[in-house]
């Protein structure tokens, strides 16, 4: 059998030290490690993955069946999905149009409109319940001011109607004063109903 001596002094263009050796076997080691590295990383990118579809299927679920606020998403889910998560979560859905503070205020107000007798204090305090930001209810109603003050004196107006028979002018001011309609559209209110009556 040749010995390694015999096989180098048959290829004097290799130049061979332990360094080499050593370094190759170093290299090969390192190359390994890499290997196994990016596998634990695919792993764990994968593992990521799956845990975000689950969790973000589980919210989806949750703001699909009704529409939720930002801050109803997260005291309902605080407890199961971590925060960073439940955070990235809610970003992908806001980018996707599935959740906003915004449509939700609109979509609350026009159910206010279509069965409730609510003065605006009344609305915006049901709304800042939600956890919806006060800058994002104002903006909201700034943007829908006309619309709103109308719909309030239509409130003012019914309940106006609706107590007459059992109580004072007095009385139903001060009523509809204490559940927050402005003293101007409470007036209006009045007075509206008072020309339709001169009118028949």
């Known amino acids: 059998m040749k010995t390694f001596e015999d ?40 593992e990521n993955i799956q845990e975000f579809d689950k969790a973000k299927t589980k919210v989806l679920k949750y703001v699909l069946y009704k529409k939720r ?4 998403i997260k005291q309902k889910f605080s407890s199961e999905i ?3 998560l439940l955070e990235d979560i809610i970003q992908n859905l806001k980018e996707n149009g599935y959740i906003s503070d915004t449509n939700y205020i609109q979509r609350a107000v026009n159910e206010f409109i279509a069965i409730k007798t609510l003065s605006i204090k009344e609305i915006y305090i049901k709304l800042y319940a939600k956890g919806i930001s006060s800058n994002t209810i104002d903006e909201y109603f700034n943007e829908n001011e006309e619309m709103l003050e109308q719909y309030e004196i239509s409130c003012a107006k019914k309940i106006i109607i609706k107590k007459s028979s059992q109580m004072e ?13 402005k003293s101007e559209n409470i007036k209006t209110a009045f007075e509206e109903l008072e020309n339709q009556t001169e009118e028949i």
Request: a neutral charge; zero cysteines.
């Open 169 to 181: 002018k007095e009385e139903i001011e001060n009523y509809l004063y204490k559940k927050g309609y």
């Open 82 to 84: 971590n925060e960073n």
């Open 7 to 46: 096989f180098l002094k048959k290829h004097p263009e290799i130049k061979y030290t332990e360094g080499n050796i050593n370094n190759a076997s170093s290299n090969n080691q390192k190359s390994h490690k890499n290997i196994k590295l990016e596998q634990v990383n695919n792993k764990q990118e994968y």
């Open 69 to 72: 606020t930002e801050q109803e």
